[in-house]
């Protein structure tokens, strides 16, 4: 890490007096909570950092029929934590832990994934197929406002949102009913890799049918996307009657950028198969 014009390391303990310090012309700032992005990708322009580990953002509590998971809280956290274990038998853990390793795990931070995320990210890919909200934190005319905000629509225009100064406070994820299954598939080089596409499916099965149909797709766009016409093709079918041609209809216009690691034909190919998987082991 090198950061040649930093000036200023700030540690606020109020949440408007964070977001103000954000949102300033002058010098340029940035929010760090677990401090991994600023280790690798900071701009070397940076010349203050707002660090928001002191805003007591980190606690991960089921709230009624809501689990809130604090945007300061690690992705360990969040492995280790009932949400992790119990929410759409495990789903959200299993996602946290194919994010890094456990050193990194211990310092990466939910609302820093969500605002970093690349294209694959399993955890916002999982967060996606489980209708995930959060609430986002910012000041208009020197006042706090705190919005609710769908995650699929804040990673449309997140770029803007967090450049303005806005904070996201915390995750919030609606209890499913007990017959919800998720399941989280993926392809990487080697069992320890990074995915080079994952998909994440949740769906409730009732009498062989499905419903409350989730497909969330990562590795296959600039951010991790829903595939809306494989979920609408599937609402209220059995799956294993409907799943095939779903999936061809979903897919369809699906258009990956291909890299060294891997063809965008691969991308295609690997985003229907384990689509195709998650969907299955969420129906057996």
């Not at 909570?33 to 280790?39: K, L, P, S």
């Not at 100064?165 to 990074?194: F, K, Q």
């Not at 034909?265 to 229907?272: F, L, N, P, Q, V």
Request: hydrophobic share 45%; aromatic share 4%; charged share 25%.
């Amino acid at each position: 890490m090198s950061l040649p014009n930093l000036q200023e390391y700030l540690r606020p303990t109020d949440l408007e007096d964070a977001l103000r310090l954000a949102a300033r012309a002058a010098p340029r700032t940035r929010i760090v909570a677990g401090g991994t992005w600023i280790g690798a990708e900071a701009p070397r322009d940076l010349e203050s950092v707002v660090d928001i580990g002191g805003l007591a953002l980190g606690a991960i509590s089921l709230e009624g029929a809501v689990w809130r998971l604090g945007a300061t809280a690690t992705l360990q956290d969040l492995v280790d934590s009932p949400a992790g274990v119990t929410f759409c038998n495990g789903v959200l853990g299993e996602a946290a832990l194919a994010m890094a390793g456990r050193s990194l795990r211990n310092r990466a931070t939910l609302g820093g994934a969500i605002s970093t995320a690349d294209g694959v990210s399993p955890l916002v890919t999982a967060l996606l197929a489980c209708d995930a909200e959060l609430s986002v934190a910012t000041l208009k005319n020197d006042a706090l406002v705190m919005k609710r905000v769908g995650l699929r629509a804040f990673l449309g225009y997140r770029a803007s949102l967090l450049e303005d100064g806005a904070l996201i406070t915390d995750i919030r994820l609606s209890v499913p009913s007990p017959d919800t299954r998720a399941a989280y598939e993926r392809v990487a080089r080697t069992p320890r890799d990074y995915p080079l596409v994952c998909a994440v499916a949740r769906c409730a099965i009732k009498d062989g049918i499905a419903g409350n149909v989730r497909l969330a797709l990562g590795g296959v766009a600039a951010t991790p996307i829903r595939i809306e016409l494989a979920e609408f093709g599937l609402e209220k079918k059995r799956l294993a009657d409907h799943i095939e041609h779903a999936l061809d209809h979903g897919l369809a216009g699906l258009t990956p950028a291909g890299d060294w690691l891997g063809s965008a034909e691969y991308r295609r190919a690997m985003a229907r198969e384990m689509s195709l998987r998650a969907l299955l082991r969420c129906a057996t």
